[in-house]
């Protein structure tokens, strides 16, 4: 396994700077018939304020209710992925959701989570696969007109909408279910959000026609902690 | 995935997370620079990142039944607090599980808020730890430890397909027991930074014991 590549620096800037940084990356890799694409994705605010909101948040009270189980939610609850075919619009931080989406989820999604041994790099890997006859046909002039140019990771977020200042921040959200279940999470309005997008807009790749009714669609996306 | 991914990531589609600190000695800054992480920090967000849902508690019946959660910074029993150290000679390590030679006294007062910037390209926590005059007994004062609720990361890599939760029985504010819902399998009290002057941080404090001592510690997350 390999680590994030950071600048060359001299020992002793490096000495001075030893595990005083956190650095997240988000890539990503594209894969459909015999060609592989790997890109960086862009960041949303819901996830920004989320990471924060979690670090931050203290206890609070979400309610009372007939309940037979509690259950405990990462981010990942609702984990999902979508393309689309927008290939002009490029991400910006309040970006709510893909531009140009088709919206037919994946048939599997699989979450793997790694460290090095010497615990200065965390990933958490997630692999979304659409089956060959999932996804239309996608190129100019077909079924969906247009080319794959845009992909979205959706996650389990905070919805940002508390004030600036605030101060011992207790944020709660959950769902209750059927058969008496809650679902709670350590953040504020919790919903289902676009965490990550991977434009060629954003210079990420080349969008590409893709033939649905024929060929699988995998799509890689990994969320990297580095301790550096 | 290619290892050669690692390589493309360029600085502007980085999240950065950085830790700060001022330490002020009544009301002078004595010093500020950056703390160090440790392992439980990294492990626990990246366990709420990818964690999907795990029950928690089960019971044959339904009952009518309070509940809540928490994150990294559960308050009423010092769940999260600060503590300061002697030591002047051990650096920090990402598996360092607490300061070396801590003094075991909780600040007075401690409180934390969330800011950003209305473009939304910073996210910062501010921490304010402050031990008044006399709390800490007159001694030479080497190092910091901020503590969080983090999880123990002995989960086995690679994990496939984890979930993570632990329904926490803690000591709620008005003194009977709460049950709390946290993404994490195994929280504690767990030192999350270090800020220390074996690091080359801040040079050890000789302290009297007659000002207060503030601590002031800031995560921020940018582009």
Same mark, same amino acid.
């Given at each position: =396994?390999?680590?994030?590549?950071?600048?060359?620096?001299?020992?002793?800037?490096? =000495?001075?700077?030893?595990?005083?940084?956190?650095?997240?990356? +988000?890539?990503?890799?594209?894969?459909?018939?015999?060609?592989?694409?790997?890109?960086?994705?862009?960041?949303?605010?819901?996830?920004?304020?989320?990471?924060?909101?979690?670090?931050?948040?203290?206890?609070?009270?979400?309610?009372?209710?007939?309940?037979?189980?509690?259950?405990?939610?990462?981010?990942?609850?609702? @984990?999902?992925?979508?393309?689309?075919?927008?290939?002009?619009?490029?991400?910006?931080?309040?970006?709510?959701?893909?531009?140009?989406?088709?919206?037919?989820?994946?048939?599997?999604?699989?979450?793997?989570?790694?460290?090095?041994?010497?615990?200065? *790099?965390?990933?958490?890997?997630?692999?979304?696969?659409?089956?060959?006859?999932?996804?239309?046909?996608?190129?100019?002039?077909?079924?969906?007109? +247009?080319?794959?140019?845009?992909?979205?990771?959706?996650?389990? *977020?905070?919805?940002?909408?508390?004030?600036?200042?605030?101060?011992?921040?207790?944020?709660?959200?959950?769902?209750?279910?059927?058969?008496?279940?809650?679902?709670?999470?350590?953040?504020?309005?919790?919903?289902? @959000?676009?965490?990550?997008?991977?434009?060629?807009?954003?210079?990420?790749?080349?969008?590409?026609?893709?033939? +649905?009714?024929?060929?699988?669609?995998?799509?890689?996306?990994?969320?990297?902690?580095?301790?550096? | 995935?290619?290892?050669?991914?690692?390589?493309?990531?360029?600085?502007?589609?980085?999240?950065?997370?950085?830790?700060?600190?001022?330490? $002020?000695?009544?009301?002078?800054?004595?010093?500020?620079?950056?703390?160090?992480?440790?392992?439980?920090?990294?492990?626990?967000?990246?366990?709420?990142?990818?964690?999907?849902?795990?029950? &928690?508690?089960?019971?044959?019946?339904?009952?009518?039944?309070?509940?809540?959660?928490?994150?990294?910074?559960?308050?009423?029993?010092?769940?999260?607090?600060?503590?300061?150290?002697?030591? #002047?000679?051990?650096?920090?390590?990402?598996?360092?599980?607490?300061?070396?030679?801590?003094?075991?006294?909780?600040?007075?007062?401690?409180?934390?808020?969330?800011?950003?910037?209305?473009?939304?390209?910073?996210?910062?926590?501010?921490? &304010?730890?402050?031990?008044?005059?006399? #709390?800490?007994?007159?001694?030479?004062?080497?190092?910091?430890?901020? $503590?969080?609720?983090?999880?123990?990361?002995?989960?086995?890599?690679?994990?496939?397909?984890?979930?993570?939760?632990?329904?926490?029985? &803690?000591?709620?504010?008005?003194?009977?027991?709460?049950?709390?819902?946290?993404?994490?399998?195994?929280?504690?009290?767990?030192?999350?930074?270090?800020?220390?002057?074996?690091?080359?941080?801040?040079?050890?404090?000789?302290?009297?014991?007659?000002?207060?001592?503030?601590?002031?510690?800031? &995560?921020?997350?940018?582009?």
């Amino acid at each position: =396994m390999s680590s994030i590549k950071i600048k060359a620096k001299s020992i002793s800037e490096k =000495m001075d700077e030893n595990f005083t940084k956190i650095k997240i990356g +988000g890539v990503a890799e594209i894969i459909h018939g015999d060609e592989v694409i790997r890109c960086k994705n862009k960041w949303t605010r819901y996830f920004m304020s989320s990471i924060i909101v979690f670090i931050a948040n203290d206890f609070t009270y979400l309610g009372k209710l007939n309940m037979r189980y509690e259950i405990a939610c990462g981010m990942s609850y609702k @984990l999902t992925s979508r393309i689309g075919t927008n290939e002009s619009v490029a991400t910006t931080p309040d970006m709510t959701d893909l531009v140009s989406k088709i919206d037919i989820a994946p048939n599997s999604i699989t979450r793997r989570l790694i460290k090095e041994p010497d615990y200065t *790099l965390y990933i958490a890997e997630f692999v979304f696969t659409w089956d060959a006859g999932t996804l239309p046909n996608i190129y100019i002039g077909g079924e969906v007109d +247009g080319k794959v140019g845009e992909f979205g990771v959706y996650l389990w *977020l905070d919805d940002d909408s508390w004030t600036t200042g605030l101060l011992n921040p207790a944020r709660g959200s959950y769902e209750y279910v059927q058969d008496y279940a809650v679902y709670e999470i350590p953040l504020g309005g919790a919903t289902q @959000l676009l965490a990550s997008r991977i434009a060629s807009a954003d210079g990420a790749f080349d969008p590409f026609e893709f033939y +649905g009714s024929i060929d699988p669609l995998t799509f890689k996306w990994r969320f990297q902690v580095a301790i550096v | 995935m290619n290892p050669k991914i690692d390589e493309k990531i360029k600085e502007e589609h980085e999240v950065k997370i950085k830790g700060k600190f001022k330490i $002020y000695l009544g009301d002078e800054l004595y010093t500020k620079g950056k703390n160090r992480w440790t392992r439980f920090f990294s492990s626990s967000l990246l366990e709420m990142v990818i964690s999907n849902h795990k029950q &928690v508690y089960s019971r044959p019946d339904p009952a009518w039944m309070d509940f809540w959660t928490s994150g990294l910074s559960y308050s009423p029993t010092g769940l999260y607090t600060a503590r300061a150290g002697n030591d #002047t000679s051990t650096p920090t390590t990402p598996d360092m599980t607490d300061l070396v030679s801590k003094i075991d006294i909780a600040p007075n007062t401690q409180n934390v808020a969330i800011f950003k910037e209305p473009d939304y390209s910073k996210y910062m926590s501010r921490y &304010v730890f402050t031990w008044s005059p006399g #709390t800490i007994p007159p001694q030479t004062v080497g190092e910091f430890g901020v $503590y969080l609720w983090l999880d123990d990361d002995s989960w086995t890599s690679p994990a496939e397909n984890p979930n993570y939760g632990k329904l926490a029985i &803690v000591p709620g504010p008005e003194g009977y027991d709460i049950a709390v819902v946290i993404p994490l399998n195994n929280p504690s009290p767990r030192l999350g930074a270090r800020i220390a002057s074996a690091d080359g941080d801040f040079d050890p404090i000789n302290y009297t014991s007659e000002e207060a001592i503030r601590l002031e510690w800031y &995560v921020t997350i940018r582009f």
